[in-house]
């Protein structure tokens, strides 16, 4: 999806190791071969504010013409059994998740609850953090770590 293009590059700087190689050393993961990555999944949904009263939901979400309620930052539909977070699988049997819940990442222009809205889908769009009248989409992202155990082949032997 185009219009996640910079925000995926935006995330992918601050989240290299590099960035985040202080938080990484003080966690509570061990070894010096412990391969680190985050899970970024973005949360779409439609809706209104009526009487102040916000009416969004994803299952507002209008085939064809929206995003998937889930995603992830390449655009890929993301499907959650039982439209639940807690349900997002691991890529693979060695991993382990590092942070026991995903949690909303609360950067730069977002509202209490981690929301931007716009006034629909549209590469370029303006996303603001303070629902406007006219605002018709939104979305939030949320963010888990995992981990896992570096194997060398002079381990192995």
């Not at 916000?54 to 929206?66: E, H, I, Q, T």
């Not at 039982?82 to 991993?95: F, I, K």
């Amino acid at each position: 999806m185009s219009d996640l293009k910079p925000l995926a590059e935006l995330l992918q700087k601050l989240f290299s190791t590099d960035g985040f190689e202080n938080a990484i050393q003080s966690s509570d993961v061990k070894g010096a071969n412990t391969e680190h990555a985050f899970d970024v999944i973005v949360e779409n949904q439609r809706g209104i504010k009526l009487l102040g009263i916000p009416l969004f939901s994803g299952k507002s979400l209008l085939p064809l013409v929206d995003p998937p309620r889930y995603q992830r930052l390449d655009g890929v539909k993301v499907t959650l059994p039982h439209e639940s977070m807690a349900n997002y699988p691991l890529p693979g049997v060695d991993w382990t998740w590092s942070w026991s819940l995903w949690y909303v990442l609360m950067l730069h222009d977002v509202d209490e609850i981690g929301w931007v809205y716009a006034p629909f889908w549209k590469p370029g769009s303006c996303w603001h953090g303070k629902y406007s009248f006219g605002d018709f989409v939104r979305r939030r992202l949320w963010v888990r770590r995992r981990h896992r155990e570096r194997t060398d082949i002079s381990e192995v032997n």
